[in-house]
């Protein structure tokens, strides 16, 4: 036995000698999403260290499903941005007399509705980008709206003191302002079921068009709102200055709330039909610095399933496209990837070989097996052995499992599967394990076998085996450091907090003594996205 020690200790460090493209032994640190769209845009580039007083910021984007364009306010350029999500390259760019702050289409009448920060709401025809404004005058910019498109009423919100709400009838042969009303300070007036839902400083205030009046109000407790993503239903994620919160307009009642250690500083999130999740981006703050991020919400269970980080230049508004591609505006930031103005578009749901798990159940068979998920066009599994690097299978989308068996003379494989996007290239990957195999004893049917490996978020191995005939405790050995844990009948699995790469064994003790095979795991490969697959001007 002590010469397979020995043996299992040189796999530890043969390791990397395999595995060119494992990362160094560190520590894994918080996920990073990279973006697989890039599209460089032409002009002054964004402005983050002081966006509001210079007006060189983004204030909203809306995607489009009718036409399937994007527009983006690019208050840097005084013009709203247009992009095809399709072709996912920029096609336009209508300028306006003031940096704008809203981007709402009519695609029936033709219109786009943009306000601006001169007081002004532009009303531009789509097809002659002629423009027409409405004066809503009031002590500060006109910031967002809401619309409805049955009446054709544009809701528009202004700061300062007073702060105030327009009224105005949206009409391409001449629009006209209908009224005002002064409030709180206002957001977004989000349009639903017949009423405007106003988000505030620590409330939501129910508009209804006609008396010009607010006629219920939510509250909502440490919640600054900004913007609104439609979620299933009459559910809303809003977000806020501090945190998030999902509410619910049709009851007025709040469904559930994320802690601002998660997601801060959203002014607008998106919903992503296709995958039924919400995306929020914004900032936290880690280790006394401010950390460009992104929420991923399941918007059925209300849960938060992950919060990435993301480019360092990235604001604080996203579109989602009918594909689950997420689109964020970007600047120049150190660390970043954007050198002016750029739209970046991020896939936050496709695969990443989430809890890929390797099995030796002895004998060089192996067994493969990882959560589904959608986004990809393709799956491999690379199978890594002191021979080279070869292609175990190529399983169909949304598979969850694979098989291998390893060439005779073959003790050492670590495997790792990729996802790849339409062009083939890598948009994801797995972190790696491995399994060092014929070596358990008595016999696979005697051990502690088959033995599994998965590891979570880059740096927590969870190790699983069968239980063994007439054992009375298991030794669970993690072979870099030599550390034992004694574990009883009952319990087949432990977990490690890994550093780097190491191997585990599983003794089993009673009448006889038996032990499983090896199973191994290099932490900090797991990506997602790790290409740009398209870099556009």
């Known amino acids: 036995m002590r010469s397979v020690f020995r043996s299992l200790l040189a796999a530890i460090f043969g390791l990397a000698l395999i595995l060119p493209q494992a990362r160094s032994a560190s520590a894994a640190g918080p996920t990073v999403l990279k973006p697989s769209v890039k599209i460089n845009m032409p002009g002054l580039p964004l402005n983050l260290a002081n966006p509001r007083g210079t007006g060189l910021s983004t204030d909203f984007i809306r995607y489009d499903p009718v036409t399937r364009l994007i527009y983006l306010t690019d208050g840097a350029n005084k013009s709203v941005d247009v992009f095809n ?13 003031d940096s704008p702050h809203d981007a709402i289409t009519d695609d029936n009448l033709g219109v786009l509705m943009v306000p601006l920060s001169n007081k002004n709401v532009a009303i531009i025809n789509l097809q002659t980008l002629a423009e027409s404004d409405v004066t809503v005058g009031g002590a500060s910019i006109a910031d967002l709206a809401g619309y409805d498109p049955a009446t054709h009423i544009l809701v528009v919100g202004s700061k300062g003191t007073p702060p105030q709400l327009s009224f105005i009838h949206v009409d391409p042969a001449g629009s006209t302002l209908l009224g005002q009303f002064q409030t709180v300070s206002p957001e977004e007036p989000r349009f639903f079921n017949g009423k405007y839902y106003v988000s505030a400083p620590n409330q939501i205030l129910v508009v209804d068009a006609t008396t010009r009046s ?7 407790p440490g919640c600054s709102g900004h913007g609104y993503a439609q979620g299933p239903g009459s559910e809303f994620y809003l977000g806020c200055t501090a945190g998030g919160v999902i509410v619910n307009l049709a009851t007025l009642s709040i469904v559930a709330h994320f802690d601002p250690s998660a997601i801060s500083d959203t002014d607008q999130p998106t919903y992503d039909a296709k995958n039924n999740r919400y995306y929020a ?12 991020v992104m929420a991923v919400i399941d918007a059925s269970t209300h849960q938060l399933l992950n919060t990435f980080d993301i480019d360092p230049g990235s604001e604080t508004q996203a579109a989602a496209d009918a594909n689950g591609v997420v689109y964020v505006a970007t600047a120049p930031a150190l660390g970043g990837e954007c050198l002016s103005i750029c739209l970046f578009g991020y896939e936050p749901s496709a695969p990443a070989g989430k809890d890929f798990t390797v099995t030796s159940s002895g004998a060089g068979s192996v067994s493969l097996s990882w959560t589904g998920g959608l986004g990809d066009s393709s799956l491999r599994i690379n199978r890594f052995t002191a021979s080279g690097t070869s292609l175990v299978a190529s399983p169909a989308v949304l598979s969850t499992s694979a098989t291998d068996t390893l060439p005779a003379g073959t003790n050492l494989a670590c495997y790792q599967l990729q996802a790849l996007g339409a062009t083939s290239a890598v948009i994801a990957q797995s972190d790696i394990e491995c399994v060092v195999t014929n070596i358990a004893s008595p016999s696979p049917l005697t051990a502690p076998m088959p033995i599994s490996i998965v590891l ?3 740096s927590v191995a969870t190790v699983s085996w069968g239980a063994a005939p007439g054992v009375t405790s298991y030794l669970f050995a993690e072979l870099r450091s030599g550390r034992v844990q004694v574990l009883t009948p009952g319990q087949l699995t432990a977990t490690d907090a890994l550093s780097g790469a190491d191997c585990y064994v599983v003794i089993g003790r009673g009448s006889t003594t038996s032990m499983s ?8 490969a797991a990506t997602v996205a790790t290409d740009s697959r398209s870099s556009r001007h």
Do not use: F
């Open 85 to 97: 999500s399709v072709g996912q390259q920029m096609v336009g760019r209508i300028t306006v007399p």
């Open 281 to 292: 981006p914004g900032h936290i703050t880690r280790n006394g610095a401010s950390v460009a």
């Open 517 to 524: 095979d090896g199973v191994c795991a290099i932490g900090g």
């Open 214 to 220: 607010i006629v219920q109000t939510l509250s909502v």
């Open 456 to 458: 979570h978020q880059g």
